[in-house]
Nanobody, 128 residues
Framework: EVHLVESGGGLVQAGGSLRLSCAASGSSLDEYAIGWFRQAPGKEREGISCISTSQGTTYYADSVKGRFTISSDDAKSSVYLQMNSLKPEDTAVYYC?????????????????????WGQGTQVTVSS
């Protein structure tokens, strides 16, 4: 069993930055991929970024590429999402997620179903 706790969400003006953190506890995550999904009101949950240090892979959705950066601290079992140049359309609840591989993120329709564990989510609101 893996327990994920997100933090770092909040309200920011367009063009600003936020840094989300995800702290994992429980089973070892060495062989897993950890990433971020987001869900805006009335929209499906979208996988936006993923990292797997064991597989040496990262993933970014086109909607965040060049603005968001994912990183991990294996010693702290934590993953971070640095979000820069935020836009109002980035407003959503952001969820930390554990999967077997980042490859599942490439199929947007099934990415969420490949997640083994979810965090509780943290709200990000970007005002215009």
């Amino acid at each position: 069993e893996v327990h994920l706790v997100e933090s770092g969400g909040g309200l920011v003006q367009a063009g600003g930055s936020l840094r989300l953190s995800c702290a994992a506890s429980g089973s070892s995550l060495d062989e897993y991929a950890i990433g971020w999904f987001r869900q805006a009101p009335g929209k499906e949950r979208e996988g936006i970024s993923c990292i797997s240090t064991s597989q040496g892979t990262t993933y970014y959705a086109d909607s965040v590429k060049g603005r968001f950066t994912i990183s991990s601290d294996d010693a702290k079992s934590s993953v971070y999402l640095q979000m820069n140049s935020l836009k109002p359309e980035d407003t959503a609840v952001y969820y930390c997620a554990v999967s077997i591989t980042c490859l599942s993120y490439y199929d947007s329709k099934s990415a969420a179903s490949a997640v083994y564990y979810w965090g509780q989510g943290t709200q990000v609101t970007v005002s215009s």
